[in-house]
């Protein structure tokens, strides 16, 4: 990756600017303790959430970035993003979608987004009733029947303070790594789960779907708990590239399964890569990591990761419960200047427990990818099991692949298997799809799709077909 | 349809064929033989577009347009279809999407409007009763795991799904067994039409007991040495190549 891009990019960084104009809800840029209680008061927190994030902060000033992954960008100045904006004024958001880059509405259409929804992914101003609440009061209806809850974080601090205090942090604790810290410290919202004993959720959840969504997405927080013998499958993000104005998002996921529970967390990352440049993309420096608690609990991550400009992102399976399972399955895309380091984790604690790791990188044009793969077994993890399967596709000659597996085994009866591949789309198969009447580009996202399959046949039918036509958008102009 | 002109190709700086002169008129079946390395393989992917070949001299023209000036997938799309000697796998995409993906492409091509799955699977299912093909193997990702059998019915299959106007077969029989043959033979004359041509790439005689050829070329050493009628295949599987070291002598 030429860093002189990586110069440029980082120099436009607050080019698009976040909120100067002091309104009365915006907090001054810059970060310390009264920032903290500042903007923790606004959210009106109990007073161990503040705690909580003061202990945060003051561990995250003894903290370096770290600086191992395989990603290449220039020194973020923390001082300068601004910690709390409530959402925006309708006077500060475009107009319309004629105020929008031409290029991304193209995206949205070729998605076949409705125009509605273009405007409200663009943060255009629209109208204050909007289609989605009716939506959402209606499924509403339909959880809380079931007992479920999902609600925002901030909402859930104050009617559920008991689960908070008992969950939040208990998977990724505030001290775990600089950006989950920072996250803890400032974290503005996000969704909270809880599915009751014996539930089984009658419904995807999904941000989606979720009201008061916007202006969430820098830090936001997410905590999902499954009681006993429950079950979820949540939907988190969204085909369409995300406009957003910061640049550094650092966000965090919690999950826990208790006895006999599972749960099912599927990503669809589209954030803005930046332009064909590497100009102008996002930083998403995520922490997502799941405790498989109970006996013959099950987490599966699935991911199809197409955005950013920088992806650092591990989601990750504590198997403490004996006979506890953890998947991860992953589709990681770099194009253009795009840089991925992503991957997995398994800690094997528990007896019988078992992990999947299916991975999936494709690099076109200038993106580089790399997978990085934790599968630590414990000296108590009598039998456990872990299957790799690591692949890479290049696409081009300038993009780069790059796996870095790491396997630490403490017993004896544990079975590691780890199979890893990098191939090319060859020009037999090019030929092939073309001496039938396909378009350079449409074999290429075929033959990328055929790559993808084990991973897609994860994801929800509708998340699915939708993830297909985002690897075709995404992949246009990059072949040759 | 298809006039060959003094058609010179290398690959890899090395001239493979020396000057081919070849012409087929609608309608017409033509049969190449001809020993292993005489440049068969390398005449049909030049047909079809396949990269790796530069035509160095000479001229082919397809249906009044300038064959070298097409991509690939506008011959394709134009009538042309390459049955190929090693056809290629295609992890984890399905045949069936794969077909009905052709097809459309094809069609849109022409103007016409694109099947849906429902039409589509009628036509499929017509196609593969014909060639007597298992019905799983069109869930199956693209060749992957077709026996050699399978495989070369899948390239039948696609041809006729396509119907294309010059069918080039690039040695479909070899491997086959007789049954096999004989299906995949039943395919191909059931596409057998006044505009529809075919060029068969064969080693041996036994296909052409099947799909009966108007014309036979024996290619040599990068050019065509000798032509005739159907009799001529008679001729070389009693001989064998061995006169062409004789005519080479002469
Ligand atoms: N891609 C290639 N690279 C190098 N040599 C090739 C390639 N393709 C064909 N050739 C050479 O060209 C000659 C003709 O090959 P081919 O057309 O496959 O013959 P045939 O099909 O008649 O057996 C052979 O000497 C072969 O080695
Ligand atoms: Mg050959």
Redesign the interface.
């Known amino acids: 990756m030429a860093t002189k891009e990586i110069e440029q990019l980082v120099a436009r960084e607050y080019e698009h600017g976040f909120v100067t104009d002091i309104e009365a809800d915006t907090i001054a840029p810059g970060l310390n303790e009264d920032v903290i209680r500042m903007l923790s008061a606004k959210k009106d927190e109990p007073e161990f959430m503040l705690e909580w994030r003061l202990q945060a902060f003051r561990h995250w000033q003894t903290m370096q970035e770290p600086t191992w992954a395989h990603v290449n960008f220039n020194p973020i100045d923390y001082q300068s993003i601004s910690y709390y904006s409530a959402p925006k004024s309708d006077a500060d958001r475009p107009k319309s979608l004629d105020e929008i880059d031409p290029k991304l509405i193209e995206t949205y259409n070729k998605l076949g987004i409705p125009l509605r929804e273009q405007e409200m992914l663009a943060g255009v101003a629209v109208d204050a009733v909007f289609d989605s609440v009716s939506v959402g009061t209606t499924f509403k209806a339909k959880l809380a029947e079931a007992g479920v809850i999902f609600c925002p974080f901030s909402e859930a601090v104050h009617k559920y303070p008991e689960l908070i205090k008992k969950y939040l942090g208990s998977v990724v604790p505030y001290r775990d790594n600089f950006y989950a810290t920072l996250n803890s410290a400032v974290f503005s919202d996000g969704s909270f789960v809880y599915i009751p004993k014996g539930v089984r959720c009658p419904m995807e959840l999904s941000t989606y779907f979720r009201i008061n969504a916007s202006n969430t997405g820098q830090f936001e927080r997410t905590l999902i708990i499954a009681d006993e013998g429950a079950y979820v499958s949540y939907l988190e993000g969204c085909t369409a590239p995300m406009r957003d104005e910061n640049q550094l998002h650092a966000a965090v996921v919690e999950l826990v399964a208790l006895d006999n529970a599972q749960i099912k967390y599927s990503t669809v990352q589209n954030w803005y890569p930046g332009d064909e440049n590497g100009v102008g993309g996002i930083y998403n420096f995520v922490t997502k990591r799941g405790a498989c608690r109970g006996i013959n609990s099950k987490i599966s991550w699935t991911q199809v990761e197409t955005g950013s400009a920088i992806t650092w992102k591990y989601p990750s399976v504590i198997l403490q419960g004996d006979n506890s399972v953890g998947e991860f399955y992953s589709v990681a895309l770099t194009s253009n200047y795009q840089q991925a380091d992503t991957g997995t984790k398994m800690f094997h604690l528990g007896k019988n427990t078992k992990s999947t790791i299916i991975s999936k990188g494709i690099s076109a044009a200038k993106g580089q990818n790399a997978y990085r793969g934790l599968v630590r077994i414990g000296p108590a993890a009598e039998n456990a099991r872990n299957y790799t399967q690591c692949d890479s596709l290049l696409i081009g000659d300038k993009c780069g692949a790059h796996t870095f597996p790491y396997i630490e085994v403490k017993n004896p009866t544990a079975k590691v298997e780890h199979e890893a591949s990098t191939s090319k789309i060859s020009d037999d198969q090019l030929f092939y799809c073309r001496q039938r009447g396909l378009s350079e580009e449409d074999a290429v996202s075929l033959i990328v799709n055929g790559f993808c399959k084990q991973v897609f046949k994860e994801l929800p039918m509708e998340f699915a077909v939708e993830a297909q036509k985002l690897m075709e958008v995404s992949l246009e102009g990059a072949v040759g | 349809m298809l006039e060959i002109k003094d058609l010179k190709a290398t690959v890899d700086g090395k001239e493979i064929l020396k000057g081919i002169n070849l012409n087929i008129k609608p309608g017409e079946v033509h049969a190449i033989m001809g020993p292993n390395g005489s440049g068969k393989s390398t005449l049909a992917n030049i047909l079809?577009?396949?990269?790796?070949y530069e035509v160095t001299g000479g001229s082919i023209n397809y249906n009044g347009h300038a064959l070298v000036d097409m991509?690939?997938?506008i011959?394709?799309?134009e009538g042309i279809?390459?049955a190929?000697q090693y056809?290629?796998e295609?992890?984890?995409?399905s045949n069936i999407y794969?077909l009905k993906?052709?097809v459309n492409?094809?069609r849109k091509?022409h103007g016409e409007s694109e099947l849906d799955a429902m039409d589509f699977m009628k036509i499929l299912k017509e196609k593969m009763k014909l060639l007597e093909m298992k019905n799983e193997l069109i869930y199956r990702?693209i060749n992957e795991g077709f026996s050699g059998g399978e495989k070369k019915r899948n390239e039948i299959l696609?041809m006729l799904l396509?119907q294309p106007k010059l069918a080039i077969m690039d040695e479909t029989d070899s491997g086959l067994d007789i049954d096999a043959l004989q299906t995949i033979s039943k395919g191909v004359n059931s596409l057998r039409s006044a505009e529809r041509s075919f060029l068969m790439i064969t080693h041996y005689q036994r296909l052409l007991n099947y799909i009966q050829p108007d014309f036979v070329h024996v290619l040599a050493r990068g050019t065509i040495v000798k032509s005739g009628g159907k009799e001529l295949a008679a001729q070389l599987e009693q001989e064998g190549y061995a006169f062409l070291d004789n005519a080479e002598a002469i």
Do not use: D, K, S, Y
């Not at chain 2, 079809?48 to 790796?52: C, F, I, P, T, V």
């Not at chain 2, 295609?90 to 995409?93: D, E, K, Y």
């Open positions: 079809a577009g396949r990269n790796g991509e690939p997938e011959r394709a799309r279809f390459l190929m056809p290629i295609i992890p984890g995409v794969f993906n052709a492409e094809v091509h990702a696609q396509l």
